[in-house]
C-alpha cells in the first residue's frame, strides 16, 4: 500500500486515526498493539504472506535482545550472540533479495547449470532488516533497554510510517518513545502538514519526472539524443530525489501524528560541494547506519595506515551499492562513490578553494554532474545500457542534438522541471526562517499572512495531487524495491 493512494489517504489512515485517538485515548498499551496490527495488516496488504518473514524477524531479534540483554557481563558470549544475530538477519536478506543474482552469477562464471528458483522480493525489507539490526546492537551498546513484551519490538521493527521505505529509524532514537511519547494538538498539526508537503512532493513532482525518464532510458543508444538523454538524466535525477524525499516527508509527518519524532532524513543534497557533503545530506539514515555500525567499528579514518582507511571505505560503500539491489549496476554504482569519495579524502578536497567564491561554483558543478553520472547507472538495467546512455550524454555515440522528444516532453513539463529545480535547493526553507523571524518580532501583517496562505496553499498542493491520483495518474516509486 502507498501512502500515495487512494485506499490509503481515504480508507486506511483515517480508520487508524479514529481508533487511535478515540477508542483508545490514554490507553498507551491498547494505542501500541493496535499499531502493531494495522502496521502488519498495512505490510499484508499486497502479498500477505510475506508478514510471516517480517513477523519472524521481529520474533528472532526480540530473542536475541533478550539474550544479549542477559549475558552482557560475558564478553565473549555477546560477540558470539551478535554474530548470530548478523547471520540469522542477513541470511534473510540473501535468501530473498541475492539468492538468484548469486546463482545466475556463478551459472555465468563457471558454466554450471544450477536451478535457479523465482523468489519474490519482499517490499522494503532492507529496511526493517537494518532496523532490526539496530535494535540488537543499541541494546548491546547500553543505548536502549532490551523489551520484554515482544509486541513492543514488533511495533518498533514495523511502524507502518518507516516500514517499507525508511527512513531506517535506530532503536536508541525512539526507545523511550514507544511507551512514553506525547501526542499532542501543535504536534499532530506539524504532523500534517509535512504529511501534505511531501504528498505533494510525490504526485506532483515524482511522478511527472517519472514519465520523462521512463521514456528517456527506455530508448535504445542509438535512438536517444543527446538533449534528451540530459533531460531524462535530470528528471530522474530529480525524480528520485523528490520521490524518496517526498516519501520521507510522508512518513515522518505520519510519526507525528501519533507522537513519534523521527530524524530528517535528506537536507537539500544537490546543493552540496563535494560527494562526501552529498552523503551527508542523502539518505542521512542509511548513511549515519553504515556510519556507527561498519565503518567506526572497522576504524573509520581514525586509522593508522591511510590504505586501512581506504580499506574501511571500500566495504562500506560496497555495501552500499549492494545494499540497493542485486544487480552489478548498483554494485558499480556504490564502488563509483567509493573511488570519488576515497579520492577526496586523499586529497583534502572539502578544504580546496575555501573561502573563493569561484571555486565553491566548480566544486557544486562538479559535485552535481558526478551524483547524475551515478544516477544513469543506478538507472538503467545493465552496465551496458549505462555506458550507451552515457556515451549519448556526453557526444560520444555521434547521435543528433536535438530531436521531437525534446521539444515535446520539454513542453509539456518546463513547470514541473522548474519548480523542481527550484525546491531542490533552500529556497523554501529560507523563506519559511525569514517568515518566522518577522512573526517572532511581532509583524502581524506576516503573521496574517502566513495563517492564513500557509494552511490555505496546502489544501490546494494536497486538492491538486488528490485529483492526479483520481484520474489515475503514473504512480511508481522507486525504493520500493530495496
Known amino acids: ?46 502479498e500477505p504472506w510475506f ?28 560477540r558470539w550472540i551478535i554474530t548470530f544475530m548478523a547471520i540469522f538477519n542477513l541470511s534473510i536478506i540473501f535468501v530473498f533479495k541475492y539468492l538468484m543474482f548469486t546463482l545466475n552469477n556463478i551459472n555465468k562464471l563457471f558454466g554450471t547449470e544450477l536451478p535457479i528458483p523465482v523468489i519474490m522480493l519482499p517490499i522494503g525489507i532492507s529496511f526493517f ?7 540488537v546492537l543499541d541494546v548491546y551498546r547500553g543505548h536502549g533497554q532490551a523489551q520484554k513484551n515482544p509486541l513492543n519490538v514488533g511495533l518498533y521493527i514495523s511502524f507502518f510510517p518507516q516500514l517499507v521505505a525508511g527512513p531506517i529509524v535506530r532503536y536508541e532514537t525512539i526507545a523511550k518513545q514507544i511507551m512514553n511519547r506525547k501526542e499532542t494538538l501543535e504536534g499532530f498539526s506539524q504532523g500534517v502538514c509535512r504529511f501534505l508537503f511531501g504528498f505533494g512532493k510525490k504526485v506532483l513532482l515524482a511522478n511527472n519526472f ?19 538523454a540530459w533531460l531524462g538524466a535530470i528528471a530522474y535525477t530529480l525524480q528520485i530525489y523528490y520521490d524518496f524525499s517526498g516519501y520521507s516527508d510522508m512518513a515522518i509527518g505520519l510519526g507525528k501524528m501519533f507522537g513519534f519524532e523521527f530524524l530528517e532524513n535528506f537536507n ?37 595506515s591511510k590504505w586501512r582507511m581506504i580499506f574501511n571505505l571500500l566495504v562500506v560503500w560496497g555495501l552500499t551499492g549492494l545494499w540497493h539491489g542485486a544487480n552489478w549496476t548498483f554494485i558499480c554504482w556504490g564502488l563509483m562513490y567509493f573511488v570519488l569519495i576515497a579520492a577526496e579524502k586523499s586529497f583534502h578536497f572539502d578544504s580546496l578553494g575555501e573561502g573563493h567564491i569561484g571555486a565553491a561554483i566548480l566544486k557544486r558543478v562538479y559535485t552535481l554532474f558526478m551524483v547524475i553520472v551515478g544516477w544513469v547507472l543506478f538507472r538503467a538495467a545493465t552496465i551496458g545500457n549505462a555506458f550507451a546512455y552515457l556515451s549519448s550524454m556526453l557526444l560520444l555515440s555521434g547521435n ?33 526562517k525569514w517568515a518566522e523571524a518577522r512573526v517572532h518580532s511581532g509583524n502581524r501583517l506576516v503573521s496574517g499572512i502566513i495563517n492564513t496562505v500557509y494552511p490555505l496553499g496546502l489544501m490546494v498542493l494536497f486538492l491538486v495531487a488528490l485529483s492526479y491520483l483520481v484520474k489515475g495518474s503514473y504512480n511508481p516509486f522507486i525504493y520500493f524495491n530495496f
Open 129 to 135: 532488516t537494518f532496523q532490526a539490526i539496530s535494535y
Open 400 to 432: 543528433r542534438f536535438m530531436d521531437v522528444n525534446t521539444a515535446v516532453y520539454l513542453a509539456e513539463n518546463k513547470y514541473f522541471l522548474i519548480f523542481g529545480i527550484l525546491f531542490s535547493m533552500p529556497i523554501y526553507h529560507v523563506l519559511i
Open 268 to 304: 537539500y543534497p544537490y546543493i552540496s560541494k563535494s560527494i562526501s557533503e552529498f552523503w551527508r545530506r542523502w539518505h542521512i539514515s542509511l548513511g549515519t547506519w553504515f556510519r556507527d555500525y561498519v565503518y567506526f567499528p572497522m576504524g573509520g579514518s581514525r586509522v593508522s
Open 210 to 228: 517519472a514519465i520523462i525518464a521512463d521514456k528517456a532510458f527506455s530508448l535504445p543508444g542509438d535512438e536517444l539524443s543527446v538533449s534528451f
Open 51 to 78: 508478514v510471516l518473514i517480517l513477523v519472524g524477524s521481529i520474533i528472532g531479534n526480540w530473542i536475541f535482545g533478550l539474550w544479549i540483554d542477559r549475558s552482557r557481563e560475558n564478553k565473549m558470549r555477546c
Open 1 to 46: 500500500m502507498l501512502f500515495s493512494s487512494l485506499i490509503f489517504i481515504s480508507c486506511f489512515l483515517p480508520a487508524v486515526l479514529a481508533v487511535y485517538y478515540t477508542l483508545l485515548r490514554n490507553r498507551r498499551k491498547a494505542q501500541n498493539v493496535f499499531l502493531l496490527l494495522a502496521s502488519l495488516g498495512f505490510y499484508a496488504w499486497g
